[in-house]
């Protein structure tokens, strides 16, 4: 049995919700309920008859889910009618001559991104990334995790409350609005790094017998194959909340990178050590990794690099395919977080999703901070649903079920942790894989799901919107989750 701690204090909001409808569905509900009940005061049946038909159809269209997602049959009509007439080209193609010229701009959901060189006060530039449409400014830094294979359960206890602290400062912190983790995974060369390791091991005869066999063990309990690995960390900051709001470009991105050194130094409590600042020819080799995989065996250093900021996109992309998303010489497939485990689970759980497999693969995972008196509100809102739905219980004769119970615990549970100071926020996680032979698509697939699988999360293919989701994988300041663009009132820059 294991000595490792628990986490089990994360949960959907669920609003005003009966059962397992939700706040807007439950006062549709009640509506139609309350105007056939007081209808017979009229004193016609015949229009009483009409309303209980109008609201069972109401009920039907409006309420019931019927698709995998949790969509009513309103909902996925509009969902599939917004889809027909969003666009009628599933296809790109970057060329000489092109019929609608886009300048600088990255095609798709990155075309607001805007590059910004800026000095990072230590002698060098470092890469900004400026979203035009919601005036956000991200900043990447690249990390290196310690990892939690060779490390002691204490120090590793240490990283997560560190971890949770971390979180809990960031609703203290206006000027944040959401902190993204990105772990990327693909097989590099085709070395047997076991083999070569015991054959060296063999020819060095006069390495010490103790040396030898710690080594010889550590390497059995490994992986035979290398694997490149990319860890990320980019900041998203909301300059339109600072006090007092930069009135330039110039004063917004320094105020950004005077910031930067506190996220560096509690990222190293939590086990992630800051390699460095990304620079824009970074940046510009990570995104064109993104779409062109077969770039990833090319060496090139940065006076090799691609300067331009449009190069940083694909050449060719095709969607016609609603569950596949084409580009250079990659295909991918993505899926969306839905809902997190049920049970208990240890700080291990999404090892499944970032150790490195045959397949290339990327988790983005984009935290979403409350602010402190936000996420009072919030958890009060949702200790008052779960009373709601208690008392609703209650008058309706029916037995409370054991998963409400614990979700109203739960509820109570994170209003008083909140209380004594913990944070609230939102998780969004972003799973991509890629291939280059679209041959072995599915076999990437039945991996990923499985690992979805052992992980316990639970999760969906981003069906109709493999292009968004897998920009918003990158982290790069792109979230379909929380708005694509704002209104020029609350969008900083504007």
């Given at each position: 049995?294991?000595?490792?701690?628990?986490?089990?204090g994360?949960?959907?909001?669920?609003?005003?919700?009966i059962?397992?409808?939700?706040?807007?569905e439950?006062?549709?509900?009640l509506?139609?309920?309350?105007?056939?009940a007081?209808?017979?005061?009229?004193g016609?049946l015949?229009?009483?008859?009409?309303?209980?038909v109008?609201?069972?159809?109401v009920i039907?269209?409006?309420?019931?889910?019927?698709?995998?997602?949790g969509?009513?049959?309103?909902?996925?009509?509009?969902?599939?009618?917004?889809?027909?007439?969003?666009g009628?080209?599933?296809?790109?193609?970057d060329?000489?001559l092109?019929e609608?010229p886009?300048?600088?701009?990255l095609?798709?959901?990155?075309?607001p991104?805007?590059?910004?060189?800026?000095?990072?006060?230590?002698?060098?530039?470092?890469a900004?990334?400026?979203?035009?449409?919601?005036?956000?400014l991200t900043?990447?830094?690249?990390?290196?995790?310690?990892?939690?294979?060779?490390?002691?359960?204490?120090?590793?206890?240490?990283?997560?409350t560190?971890?949770?602290g971390?979180?809990?400062e960031?609703?203290?912190?206006p000027?944040?609005d959401?902190?993204?983790?990105?772990?990327?995974?693909?097989?590099?060369g085709?070395?047997?790094q076991?083999?070569?390791?015991?054959?060296?091991?063999?020819?060095?005869?006069?390495?010490?017998?103790?040396?030898?066999?710690?080594?010889?063990?550590?390497?059995?309990?490994?992986r035979?194959r290398?694997?490149?690995?990319?860890?990320?960390?980019?900041?998203?900051?909301?300059?339109?909340?600072?006090?007092?709001?930069p009135?330039t470009?110039?004063?917004?991105?320094?105020?950004v990178?005077n910031?930067?050194?506190?996220f560096?130094?509690?990222l190293?409590?939590?086990?992630?050590?800051?390699?460095?600042r990304?620079?824009?020819?970074?940046l510009i080799?990570?995104l064109?990794?993104?779409?062109d995989?077969?770039?990833r065996t090319t060496?090139?250093?940065?006076t090799?690099?691609?300067?331009?900021?449009?190069?940083?996109?694909?050449l060719?992309?095709?969607?016609?395919?609603?569950?596949?998303?084409?580009h250079?010489?990659?295909y991918?497939?993505?899926?969306?977080?839905?809902?997190?485990?049920n049970?208990?689970?240890?700080y291990?759980s999404?090892?499944?999703?970032?150790a490195?497999?045959?397949?290339h693969?990327?988790?983005?995972m984009?935290?979403?901070p409350?602010?402190?008196?936000?996420?009072?509100?919030?958890?009060?809102?949702?200790v008052n649903?779960?009373?709601?739905?208690?008392i609703?219980?209650?008058?309706?004769?029916?037995?409370?079920?054991?998963?409400?119970?614990?979700?109203?615990v739960?509820?109570r549970?994170?209003?008083?942790?909140?209380?004594?100071?913990?944070?609230?926020?939102?998780?969004?996680?972003?799973?991509?894989?890629?291939?280059r032979?679209e041959?072995?698509?599915?076999?990437a697939?039945?991996?990923a799901e499985e690992?979805?699988?052992?992980?316990?999360?639970?999760?969906r293919?981003?069906?109709?919107?493999?292009?968004?989701?897998?920009?918003a994988?990158?982290g790069v300041?792109?979230?379909?989750a929380s708005?694509?663009s704002?209104?020029?009132?609350?969008?900083?820059?504007?």
């Open positions: 049995m294991t000595t490792n701690p628990g986490y089990s994360y949960r959907r909001a669920r609003g005003f919700g059962g397992k409808l939700g706040t807007r439950t006062i549709i509900v509506i139609a309920v309350t105007v056939v007081f209808s017979p005061m009229l016609n015949a229009f009483t008859g009409m309303l209980a109008l609201a069972f159809l039907v269209l409006a309420v019931i889910p019927v698709t995998s997602s969509r009513t049959i309103v909902a996925a009509t509009a969902f599939y009618l917004r889809f027909a007439g969003a009628n080209a599933s296809a790109y193609a060329d000489t092109e609608f886009r300048g600088e701009n095609p798709g959901p990155l075309a991104l805007c590059p910004i060189e800026v000095e990072d006060g230590r002698g060098g530039t470092q900004l990334i400026w979203n035009r449409q919601t005036g956000l900043a990447p830094l690249l990390v290196a995790p310690v990892g939690l294979t060779l490390a002691d359960d204490a120090d590793a206890l240490t990283w997560v560190n971890f949770g971390l979180l809990a960031l609703g203290h912190m000027l944040v959401s902190l993204a983790f990105i772990t990327e995974t693909a097989p590099a085709g070395m047997n076991r083999a070569y390791t015991l054959d060296r091991l063999e020819k060095n005869t006069s390495a010490p017998e103790f040396c030898r066999g710690v080594l010889e063990r550590l390497v059995n309990q490994s035979a290398t694997a490149e690995v990319t860890c990320l960390v980019t900041i998203n900051f909301n300059l339109s909340k600072a006090t007092p709001v009135e470009l110039q004063r917004g991105a320094a105020e990178v910031m930067l050194p506190r560096e130094s509690s190293a409590s939590c086990g992630m050590t800051v390699m460095g990304m620079t824009r020819a970074g080799r990570y064109r990794a993104a779409f995989p077969a770039i060496e090139l250093d940065e090799e690099e691609l300067w331009h900021w449009k190069d940083a996109g694909p060719r992309t095709e969607g016609s395919n609603p569950d596949v998303y084409a250079d010489s990659g991918s497939v993505s899926w969306v977080f839905t809902a997190p485990p049970g208990v689970v240890r291990r999404l090892l499944p999703l970032v490195p497999g045959r397949y693969r990327r988790l983005c984009i935290y979403r409350y602010s402190a008196a936000e996420a009072s509100k919030k958890v009060e809102s949702e649903a779960g009373v709601f739905r208690r609703w219980a209650q008058k309706t004769k029916k037995d409370e079920t054991q998963r409400e119970h614990d979700d109203r739960k509820t549970r994170a209003a008083q942790q909140e209380s004594l100071g913990a944070g609230l926020g939102r998780f969004t996680f972003y799973l991509t894989t890629t291939v032979n041959t072995t698509l599915a076999a697939c039945a991996d690992r979805q699988g052992q992980s316990k999360g639970r999760w293919r981003a069906r109709k919107a493999q292009e968004a989701t897998f920009m994988s990158l300041g792109v979230d379909p708005g694509l704002r209104n020029a009132a609350d969008r900083w820059g504007a």
